[in-house]
């Protein structure tokens, strides 16, 4: 029982803090970093009211639009939309880019799937069944030329785990 008392308090003592918030103008895998440690509590340091997040982000220079999405049971997401000035081909090309540089922020010894045809990049890690993912992709044809960051945590069943792998996407 002493034992279990004294436990308690070293992990708290150990627990390593979230770290501080990058301003809203960093270099997008700065923000990637912050989401993927703020994923590990479901983003709590980044909840608003609903489905809101209180997460700024700015991509060149514009104001970029985030939420946060709770599938219980299953995952929690925040999902940021980086606006992109000009066309498809300027999407595309700042895909290519953001793609490269978000890689280097991705721990070692995650999975990565890269297909530049569709312009999706994902990112994985799955330990017994959970695990986190980043997702980057260009917005649909109909849709206004921006990039899709989605950061993931996974309750059950990490997508990594299921038969034939990858992220159904």
Known sequence: MRAAMLVVPLLV??????AAQPAP????????????????DGFAAVRGEGTASSYPIRFS??????????NPGWNVLHRTILPVAGDRAAADAAWARMADEVARVIPAGWRQTRVAETRHAIWQECEQGRGREVALATSLPFEQPALSLVVYRYDLPCPASRPGGGSGR
């Open 61 to 70: 220079g514009a104001q970029a639009r985030s939420e946060v999405q709770v």
């Open 13 to 18: 003592l150990f627990a390593a803090p979230l």
């Open 25 to 40: 103008d960093a270099p997008v895998p700065q923000h990637v970093a912050y989401l993927l440690d703020a994923a590990r």
